[in-house]
């Protein structure tokens, strides 16, 4: 499948987990991919300002905050269908939505891959997303009036 896509950089970050050892295993010698710990602060800063595009082909994330954070920094994405926010997703057009499997997954990064007017749509409607649902002073709102609601009924 990399050969597909033979000009880009695979960055995968995160905290070791059940597969680290078997991933290592499978991408020793490759060049073109890069396994990293979980990052914080400054270097997660860098690898968001850093690349071009985000991919969470996540099975059970929830409300992702990696994912919320790559719609922040306008970051064209790809993300599976249990990012817990994937129907504001689609609605403003602000990414790619895969289905669990590896063709849908690759379909998607093909799209993406060729097809830079598509990027930058997903960058400028990733940031509208962001500051429409997600800024904090919006979140902060909606929770003080679900408190006084609760309270005051």
Not at 22 to 48: A, R, V
Not at 126 to 150: A, P, T
């Amino acid at each position: 499948m990399l050969l597909d896509f033979p000009n880009i950089k695979l960055i995968i970050a995160g905290p070791e987990g059940d597969f680290s050892e078997e991933l290592t295993h499978l991408i020793h010698g490759k060049s073109n991919i890069l396994l990293l710990p979980s990052c914080i602060n400054w270097s997660k800063k860098y690898l968001f300002k850093k690349s071009d595009v985000f991919v969470l082909p996540s099975y059970s994330e929830g409300f992702s905050i990696a994912a919320l954070e790559a719609i922040s920094y306008g970051k064209p994405s790809i993300f599976s269908n249990f990012i817990g926010f994937s129907d504001d997703v689609k609605q403003f057009n602000a990414g790619l939505i895969s289905d669990n499997t590896i063709w849908s997954l690759y379909d998607n990064m093909r799209i993406i891959y060729e097809n830079s007017n598509l990027r930058k749509e997903l960058t400028l409607n990733s940031i509208q997303l962001f500051n429409n649902k997600f800024r904090m002073d919006i979140i902060g709102d909606l929770f003080l009036n679900k408190i006084n609601s609760l309270l005051h009924g």
